[in-house]
């Protein structure tokens, strides 16, 4: 089956940098999509970043602050998180999408981001 593990969340002081990871197992099909999403306490879970083949996209809350990444040939997501803000604080998710053969959505457990003013 496939999985999706998030690591790198951490307890940080605001303008500190973090790297999040999301390593899957269980396939050797290359996502069509993969990205971020985060929920904070009482709040829906919203989209952060997201990565295709050919683009990628932010949150208007995080551009010029975050850079998503993939290795290559790899079912593996990188989100690098410069000058955090108090704001950021959340449980950060990484998602995965494919298309072919068949449709599928895969979710992670999530990891704990805490950003201290």
């Known amino acids: 089956q496939v999985q999706l593990v998030e690591s790198g969340g951490d307890l940080v002081q605001a303008g500190e940098s973090l790297r999040l990871s999301c390593i899957s197992s269980?396939?050797?099909?290359?996502?069509?999509?993969m990205g971020w999403y985060r929920q904070a306490p009482g709040k829906e879970r919203e989209l952060v970043a997201a990565?295709?083949?050919?683009?990628?996209s932010y949150a208007d809350s995080v551009k010029g602050r975050f850079t998503i990444s993939r290795a290559n040939a790899k079912n593996t997501v990188y989100l690098q998180m410069n000058s955090l803000k108090p704001e950021d604080t959340a449980v950060y998710y990484c998602?995965?999408?494919?298309?072919?053969?068949?449709?599928?959505?895969?979710w992670g457990q999530g990891t704990q981001v805490t950003v201290s003013s």
């Open positions: 990565i295709t083949r050919g683009s990628t």
């Open positions: 269980g396939s050797k099909l290359r996502f069509d999509a």
């Open positions: 998602n995965a999408e494919q298309r072919h053969p068949y449709s599928a959505v895969y």
